[in-house]
């Protein structure tokens, strides 16, 4: 098999007020009033079959132009290593988009093989427990009201962001383990927000209200601190989140007892540097929690406990147990399709009338 084409297409479409709000020092941008730029990139083949994913709008198209027709065209897309080591090397020149490619030479090669992506990457069950991820509300109330609607839709797993108030956020978290009972599995993410005296006392009060899960507590640049922290709890440190998708860089995280969990995505390395990041992990008897929701790689691999559902308002939680685009939440489970690729192809030809713009 070899690529014989690849496209960009430059959509746009008016820009939204956001949703939600995370903790304080972390703005969700407005972008109501403007004109924003996405873009779907097409892989085709020599067999007529075609791998597609999204990408950051006119940024990809000049990457298309520049990189990807120069070093992929007449490549085996099925060569996934390949592929793969190769965008590394791209990086070097200023192209950070590693896991794109991947993505979607992975949609290729499940669609060759006739099998889910989730089974080509080891097919661990296609049946994943899901915890509820909240955004950030305002009041106690509010975050008591939308954590019972999400048990009402079967959750039995939760995960608090931190505000930036450690105490208010120590408030919360035993309030979350008094609405929730004993059994459910609680996690936190401080998103990077404490500093080390904070990051240990808080950790002290999530251990208290017995948390599964303690994550990013301080900026990810001070291993050392991260080994201390390590020491100093008994809750399992989740980490190495901003450089996810690079096994070697995971690999000094575990060497330096930095961490007891391991984030892994496809966001920045793809299914490819997701699952080298996994293996890594597993080796050295850790869990490799996926970072969002990604129900290919929940259930490719053996040492990831949940698949992440972020959780916004009342409306969008009751839709969960009925939501046919990214799956329903049943029973506080999703399950992960056996189809073959990742997702259903674009309507090509609307795309064509759509774009601002083909390369």
Request: glycine residues 10%; proline residues 5%; hydrophobic residues 40%.
């Amino acid at each position: 098999m070899k690529i014989t084409d690849i496209k960009c297409y430059v959509l746009s479409h008016e820009g939204q007020a956001p949703a939600f709000h995370w903790r304080q020092g972390l703005r969700v941008p407005d972008f109501s009033g403007h004109t924003m730029y996405s873009a779907v990139l097409r892989v085709d083949t020599d067999e007529g079959i075609t791998g597609h994913a999204g990408g950051p709008g006119f940024r990809m198209a000049d990457i298309v132009v520049g990189y990807y027709k120069p070093e992929y065209i007449g490549s085996n897309p099925l060569n996934i290593e390949d592929i793969w080591h190769r965008q590394w090397e791209l990086r070097r020149l200023g192209v950070p988009e590693v896991g794109i490619m991947d993505r979607i030479c992975w949609d290729i090669k499940s669609q060759k093989a006739g099998l889910p992506v989730y089974q080509l990457l080891g097919g661990n069950n296609p049946r994943v427990p899901a915890y509820a991820s909240t955004v950030t509300w305002d009041t106690m109330d509010e975050y008591e009201l939308h954590i019972k609607e999400c048990m009402d839709v079967g959750f039995f797993a939760f995960k608090l962001h931190a505000t930036g108030d450690a105490k208010w956020d120590a408030r919360l978290a035993h309030n979350l383990r008094k609405w929730v009972g004993d059994d459910a599995d609680l996690m936190f993410d401080a998103s990077d927000g404490w500093d080390y005296v904070t990051a240990l006392w808080f950790g002290r009060q999530l251990e208290e209200a017995g948390f599964l899960w303690y994550e990013e507590p301080m900026r990810e640049y001070d291993l050392p601190s991260y080994t201390e922290l390590c020491s100093a709890l008994d809750i399992p440190i989740l980490g190495a989140e901003t450089c996810e998708g690079a096994h070697w860089n995971m690999a000094t995280w575990i060497n330096m007892r930095a961490l007891d969990m391991v984030r892994v995505s496809t966001v920045k390395g793809g299914y490819t540097g997701a699952i080298k990041v996994a293996h890594l992990a597993e080796a050295f008897g850790m869990r490799a929690q996926v970072h969002g929701y990604d129900r290919h790689l929940c259930a490719g691999i053996p040492n990831n406990d949940y698949a992440e559902i972020l959780v916004i308002d009342s409306e969008q939680i009751k839709g969960l147990t009925s939501d046919t685009q990214r799956g329903p939440v049943i029973d506080g489970y999703v399950t992960t399709p056996d189809e073959p690729g990742l997702g259903r192809q674009p309507d090509w030809e609307e795309l064509e009338k759509r774009a601002v713009l083909i390369v």
